[in-house]
T-cell receptor, first 114, second 114 residues
């Protein structure tokens, strides 16, 4: 069975600080990886995804994530956060080539102070 | 515009009552899913359906039931057997099969048992 671990449950930053949210997964095969974001009062949105190819994936709103296969990691980064990045962030993984059903991490709540 | 519609947005239920949450999609997706979101626990899969008239239990199906009589609709019933039903419920849909499918999420229903 696959599982996802997000190390930081709560992160508080000031605007312009750099962000890195950790995500590790366990799965015995090829994976697809996702980061989703949920802004306050809004629905879950896809930030970025990795299926294959370049392990450095760029998503919306200046976010990027790097897939490091040897470390089973898919950490999310942003060089300079904004107050509007305040949200909950979820990492998700699924076995490649199968149905969509991903396994989600527990989420990281990010608060950015202006 | 295509998308997923969940209704109602807020729902209150008395203990001992069953309640049904609606999920409709016009994306022509074959697969539909129900997740439960609790603070600090991420999203957990309740039920999913990959084709009309067929569905499978997810990780936390006890106390819930679903039906899939139409491709567009996947209602979730929270029964009185669900011991802790107060939560945020998310519906999602996706294409199935291999490929780079990603899911689309609805805006959620917040259920409160009073």
């Amino acid at each position: 069975a696959q599982s996802v671990s997000q190390h930081n449950h709560h992160v508080i930053l000031s605007e312009a600080a750099s962000l890195e949210l950790g995500c590790n997964y366990s799965y015995g095969g090829t994976v697809n990886l996702f980061w989703y974001v949920q802004y306050p009062g809004q629905h879950l949105q896809l930030l970025l995804k990795y299926f294959s190819g370049d392990p450095l994936v760029k998503g919306i709103k200046g976010f990027e994530a790097e897939f490091i296969k040897s470390k089973f990691s898919f950490n999310l980064r942003k060089p300079s956060v904004q107050w509007s990045d305040t949200a909950e962030y979820f990492c998700a993984v699924r076995g490649a080539g199968g149905s969509y059903i991903p396994t989600f991490g527990r989420g990281t709540s990010l608060i950015v102070h202006p | 515009d295509g998308g997923i519609t969940q209704s109602p947005k807020y729902l209150f239920r008395k203990e001992g009552q069953n309640v049904t949450l609606s999920c409709e999609q016009n994306l022509n997706h074959d697969a539909m899913y129900w997740y439960r979101q609790d603070p600090g626990q991420g999203l957990r899969l309740i039920y999913y359906s990959q084709i009309v008239n067929d569905f499978q239990k997810g990780d936390i199906a006890e106390g819930y039931s679903v039906s899939r009589e139409k491709k567009e609709s996947f209602p979730l019933t929270v029964t009185s057997a669900q011991k802790n039903p107060t939560a945020f419920y998310l519906c999602a849909s996706s294409v199935t099969g291999q490929g780079q499918s990603v899911g689309t999420f609805g805006s959620g229903t917040r259920l409160t048992v009073v």
